[in-house]
């Protein structure tokens, strides 16, 4: 009996997937419109960012609890491999400063979005500043409205049809 309470006490329940959560603000002095769409996992989150003059401009960023390893020198970028559900294993370099991953070039931000959107499950994978190699589960809830609330916000009249067809 002992053993079993054991056993299932060391079992972790699975995160639920979480709806993402968007926030829009307004620079008071500007009046420009700022939105970010977060998901949240384990203590960590992936951010995606834009602003509305630079409508377009999708920002897509991984926040760790650990510090990253160091990007290239030159350019600090750093590999990092993400995975949609089942889908083939994505490897791209992404700018890295401290505990925080970034990329903003269009055509990935388009492609990220797309597979964010009709995505379950996402498992990033990259290696922290002792050069471990760690992996970060993502369980995906409703992500499609807040995208598309997002971009909208954005007035991302290219990115929407492209991300949201």
């Known amino acids: 009996m002992v053993l079993i309470a054991l056993a299932l006490a060391a079992v972790q329940?699975?995160?639920?997937?979480?709806?993402?959560?968007?926030?829009i603000e307004r620079d008071p002095i500007s009046d420009r419109?700022?939105?970010?769409?977060?998901?949240r996992s384990q203590g960590e989150r992936i951010e995606i960012r834009c602003r509305a003059p630079d409508w377009g401009d999708v920002h897509v960023e991984y926040h760790s609890r650990r510090w990253l390893a160091r990007g290239n020198i030159l350019t600090g970028?750093?590999?990092?491999?993400y995975r949609f559900?089942?889908?083939?294993p994505v490897r791209k370099l992404w700018h890295v400063n401290d505990r925080t991953a970034s990329f903003d070039d269009r055509s990935r931000a388009i492609a990220f979005l797309r597979a964010l959107m009709g995505a379950?499950?996402?498992v990033l994978r990259t290696r922290d500043i002792e050069n471990h190699r760690f992996d970060t589960v993502f369980p995906i809830g409703e992500s499609g409205g807040a995208i598309a609330r997002l971009l909208?916000?954005?007035g991302s009249s290219r990115?929407?049809?492209r991300v949201l067809s």
Do not use: I, K, S
């Not at 419109?33 to 998901?39: E, S």
């Not at 559900?85 to 083939?88: A, K, L, S, T, W």
């Open 159 to 161: 990115l929407n049809p």
């Open 13 to 23: 329940p699975a995160t639920p997937p979480q709806p993402m959560e968007v926030v």
């Open 120 to 122: 379950r499950r996402l």
């Open 77 to 81: 970028q750093n590999p990092v491999t």
């Open 152 to 154: 909208e916000t954005c």
């Open 85 to 88: 559900d089942d889908q083939r």
């Open 33 to 39: 419109l700022r939105a970010t769409a977060t998901l």
